[in-house]
């Protein structure tokens, strides 16, 4: 089991930028595959993007592709996501979560999948 802290939410005004980390603790973190998910008012979860243990393969959702950017740092046990150009859509309480896999380049966009997750941080686009 890995504990997964998210920060970097807050209120940006459309057009602008924010960065989420995820810190982990715990088990080893490069033994895990990442993903972001997000979770707006009244709507279900959904993908966002994720990454292998590596980071070597990453997989976005069409909606953000060429302005959300994931990247993790194996030595700081950190996972990031880097989201630019920001719509007032993009409002939604944002998660990290984890899956321990053997597989180099495994990485998924189904929440199922993950076995940890954590407690979320908000992002709220004005427009």
């Known amino acids: 089991q890995v504990q997964l802290v998210e920060s970097g939410g807050g209120l940006v005004q459309a057009g602008g930028s924010l960065r989420l980390s995820c810190a982990a603790s715990g088990r080893t973190f490069s033994t895990y595959a990442m993903g972001w998910f997000r979770q707006a008012p009244g709507k279900e979860r959904e993908f966002v993007s994720a990454i292998s243990r590596s980071g070597g393969y990453t997989n976005y959702v069409d909606s953000v592709k060429g302005r959300f950017t994931i990247s993790r740092d194996n030595a700081k046990n950190t996972l990031y996501l880097q989201m630019n150009s920001l719509k007032p859509e993009d409002t939604a309480v944002y998660y990290c979560?984890?899956?321990?896999?053997?597989?180099?380049?495994?990485?998924?966009?189904?929440?199922?999948?993950?076995?940890?997750w954590g407690q979320g941080t908000q992002v709220t686009v004005s427009s």
């Open positions: 979560a984890a899956v321990h896999t053997i597989v180099s380049g495994y990485m998924s966009s189904n929440a199922a999948n993950y076995e940890d």
